[in-house]
């Protein structure tokens, strides 16, 4: 089966760097992805990582590491929007994307 | 180019009467999944599409929910004899493609299920 385990919250202030830990297991491993989720509403997606390494797109980046079934979002120049909740998912072979339970972030001033 | 459009948006049942809940994906997306989210919850899997496919459905209870996504229409979850705790947020997403280096889904604003 597929399991993943992310912080339950994190909390940091505004303008701040803050990254969010997962570490997935599974078989049949393609890649891990990242979703932001506002008070319940649709999840949209913010990265794919298939491969090692970093991946950048404007404040957020988001790493992997395959032999340490290991990954990070990280958040940068945090703004009072960013709170929410934060997904990492785990996509196999067959397709199918397994949701961690979330972390909340909360942006203080 | 619309996004994934899911109805109803809320829906009330009584114990035992039967939900039906519908979404359209992206145009052009031909696989589609669908997710429970409890409060305070992650998602949770349940079932994933391509059209008159069911690809993956281990994430189904093997009573009660059942899944389609036919040739022609939106994809349907219905839960029969719906019980409390089918109680949830269900998300339907799609995607284009589905190989190891395509991976975009495309979330609806989910269906809220209250089961009085």
């Not at chain 2, 899911?6 to 997710?35: D, F, I, T």
Request: charged share 20%; with cysteine; hydrophobic share 30%.
């Amino acid at each position: 089966g597929q399991s993943l385990e992310q912080p339950s919250e994190v909390t940091a202030v505004e303008g701040a760097i803050v990254q969010i830990n997962c570490t997935y297991q599974t078989s049949g491993f393609y890649g891990l992805s990242w979703y932001q989720q506002h008070d319940g509403g649709a999840p949209t997606f913010l990265s794919y990582n298939a491969l090692d390494g970093l991946e950048e797109t404007g404040r957020f980046s988001s790493f992997l590491s395959r032999s340490d079934s290991y990954g990070y979002l990280l958040l940068q120049e945090l703004q009072m929007k960013d709170s929410a909740s934060y997904f990492c998912a785990v996509k196999n072979n067959a397709g199918k994307s397994t949701f961690g339970d979330g972390t909340t972030l909360t942006v203080k001033p | 180019n619309a996004g994934v459009m899911q109805n109803p948006r809320h829906l009330v049942r009584r114990r035992g009467q039967e939900a039906r809940l519908r979404c359209s994906p992206m145009k052009g997306h031909s696989h589609v999944y669908w997710y429970r989210q409890l409060p305070e919850e992650g998602l949770k899997f349940m079932v994933y599409l391509q059209k008159e496919n069911i690809i993956d459905e281990s994430g189904m209870p093997k009573e009660r929910f059942s899944a389609e996504f036919p040739k022609e229409g939106p994809s349907i979850l219905r839960i029969q004899q719906v019980v409390r705790g089918d109680s949830a947020a269900y998300f339907c997403a799609s995607s284009e493609r589905a190989g190891a280096f395509q991976e975009t889904q495309y979330f609806g604003p989910g269906t809220r299920l209250l089961v009085l």
